[in-house]
Nanobody, 114 residues
Framework: QVLLVESGGGVVQPGGSLRLSCTAS????????MAWYRQPPGKRRERVAV???????NYVDSVKGRFTISRDNAKNTVALQMNSLKPEDTGAYYC????????WGQGTQVTVSS
């Protein structure tokens, strides 16, 4: 069973930065395209960034140029560097495979507020 543990969230002012990290246990990680998702308060979860095993990335338009996804296949980790944060980036952030194969972790909360 794959376990996903997210960390790195917090409260930040608009324009600030945060770096999220996700550690995956099990063998699933090394062969899967991974993704970061977020769920704003009262809204559905959406996928915001994707990274293939080889390192190719893709982003939802609302975060392009501000967020950067990366992975370390040797350490089974995937990170999300978030810069120029906006209030609309507020939400719970989760990692999972691009097709959400694993059980969801507890997520990490990001709050962007002045």
């Amino acid at each position: 069973q794959v376990l996903l543990v997210e960390s790195g969230g917090g409260v930040v002012q608009p324009g600030g930065s945060l770096r999220l990290s996700c550690t995956a246990s099990g063998s699933l990680f090394s062969s899967r395209t991974m993704a970061w998702y977020r769920q704003p308060p009262g809204k559905r979860r959406e996928r915001v960034a994707v990274i293939t095993v080889g390192g190719s990335t893709n982003y939802v338009d609302s975060v392009k140029g501000r967020f950067t996804i990366s992975r370390d296949n040797a350490k089974n980790t995937v990170a999300l560097q978030m810069n120029s944060l906006k209030p609309e980036d507020t939400g719970a952030y989760y990692c999972n495979t691009v097709s959400a194969e694993a059980y969801w972790g507890q997520g990490t909360q990001v709050t962007v507020s002045s």
